[in-house]
């Protein structure tokens, strides 16, 4: 049987990078579309360009892609809450554009679509299932959540075959931002204390990339279809996670917590898994094991590359 096709949209991007040196180690051919500054195998094809672009339709055309995984668009809660049209155009407009090029150019490519708990916003209990009320408390949000609906769109009047991911806090080597990564940079810093969003007791819901990359494996080979929640299912409080990174990274220093939260963070989160571990996933990679790993990355200094 031959190796399948996989074209990876946003491949010079965190999740992207990881997923196709992944899937490129397990034997899939992978071809590359986004904005490309980094090392990537020789075998791996690489389109430098950024989407939407009509040079897409020739790239289905002549790769016939079993899966296209979309990766590309935006990350930061943050940024969409300061640019909230520029935010939809990356997510929204991106993501109808790979849909209607995939109709038209390669019915037969399965959609792969990276979303987020963000379409959750704060729940009202805990663990969150994937019937819960969808209401998003930033642009990013409701942006994920419309693209999801975009995804339901054309998988019900096209018959594009599609599977959605909702990914909770993703985490691992090479993450240059979110949480984790700030907090490294304040606990390496040369203050004696530092100042901290929220009052401690906030939690998320942490996975490892390598456990999203095997889930994206799974969904493949066993051609799943749906919507999923993607996490480990375990609640960790911020306050716990900077007692992890100060053991790991060596550091003594006095943790100020200031009450402000920022806009569009939400408050809890804990994902119910039952869907896919019932599909055959379950995460590997511990959070105290990802996050010892993470820190030695951290303190190897290529975080300043």
């Known amino acids: ?3 399948k096709n996989i074209l990876v949209t946003g491949i010079g991007g965190f ?3 990881h997923l196709s040196n992944y899937l490129y180690k397990k034997g899939f051919n992978i071809i590359g579309l986004g904005r490309i500054n980094i090392k990537m195998p020789h075998a791996i094809k690489l389109y430098n360009l950024s989407l939407p ?3 897409l339709t020739d790239i289905l055309n002549e790769h016939k892609p079993d899966a296209l995984i979309h990766c590309a668009g935006t990350s930061s809660v943050n940024n969409s809450v300061m640019h909230p049209y520029e935010d939809f155009k990356k997510n929204v407009e991106v993501c109808g554009f790979v849909l209607e090029s995939i109709r038209n150019s390669s019915p037969k490519c399965k959609f792969i679509y990276l979303s987020s708990a963000a379409v959750y916003g704060n ?7 994937e019937n819960a009320i969808c209401q998003p408390i930033s642009p990013y949000g409701y942006h994920k959540l419309l693209c999801e609906m975009l995804v339901e769109e054309y998988s019900n009047l096209f018959n594009v075959d599609s599977a959605v991911l909702r990914i ?18 304040k606990l390496t810093s040369d203050t004696e204390s530092i100042e901290v969003y929220g009052n401690g007791s906030e939690s998320r819901d942490f996975i490892h ?8 494996e799974l969904v493949i080979n066993k051609d799943i279809k749906g919507t999923f929640n ?8 911020i306050s716990m996670l900077i007692e992890g990174l100060k053991e790991f990274l060596k550091s003594t220093k006095h943790i100020k917590y200031i009450g402000k939260v920022r806009s569009g963070d939400p408050e809890n989160w804990r994902a119910d898994v039952t869907k896919l571990r019932l599909n055959g996933f379950k995460p590997q990679i511990s959070f105290e094991q990802g996050l010892k790993g993470y820190c030695k990355w951290y303190l190897g200094g290529t975080h300043n590359e």
Do not use: H, W
């Open 1 to 3: 049987m031959n190796p």
């Open 209 to 216: 990339t390598v456990d999203i990359c095997r889930a994206v």
């Open 53 to 55: 672009n009509q040079k």
């Open 168 to 185: 909770f806090s993703a985490y691992g080597e090479g993450l240059r931002k979110q949480v984790i990564y700030d907090l490294c940079r």
């Open 230 to 237: 993607l996490a480990s299912g375990e609640e960790i409080s």
């Open 123 to 129: 729940p009202t209990s805990l663990p969150i299932n």
């Open 15 to 17: 999740l992207g990078q």
